[in-house]
């Protein structure tokens, strides 16, 4: 599975932003879907997940409110996207953000993924 993440770029503090993960390869609907983050220096740590069994999904502390993790569908590609919505942006959500697949069934243990994709820089600053 090879994943391409879209959608970084340059926002204001408070400002939305929409990531998107879309896969090849296979069919990102039979994976459990995570975003991590990682800025230089730092060691990537875990952002949004959301398990292919039951879309049930689990976020780290600082996301929770403010950043969803959702499924969609891309009509041209046939085959499902996954999306992380964030809002009121901060500067420290600053980051290249990092869309991740893994064959477990829901979120446990999703420290670990099997595919990663290039990631995506986001920049908050104003």
């Known amino acids: 599975l090879q994943l391409v993440e879209s959608g970084g770029g340059l926002v204001q503090p408070g400002e939305s932003l929409r990531l998107t993960c879309a896969g090849s390869?296979?069919?990102?609907?039979?994976?459990?879907m995570a975003w991590f983050r990682e800025v230089p220096g730092s060691d990537r740590e875990q952002v949004a997940c959301i398990g292919r069994a039951n879309s049930v999904s689990v976020y780290r502390d600082s996301a929770k409110g403010r950043f969803t993790i959702s499924w969609g569908w891309d009509k041209r590609a046939a085959n499902a996207v996954v999306y992380l919505d964030m809002q009121n942006l901060r500067p420290d959500d600053t980051a290249r953000y990092f869309c991740?697949?893994?064959?477990?069934?829901?979120?446990?243990?999703?420290?670990?993924?099997?595919?990663w994709g290039e990631g995506a820089l986001v920049t908050v600053s104003a």
């Open positions: 991740a697949a893994d064959s477990r069934p829901i979120c446990n243990g999703w420290e670990e993924m099997q595919y």
């Open positions: 390869g296979g069919r990102v609907a039979d994976y459990t």
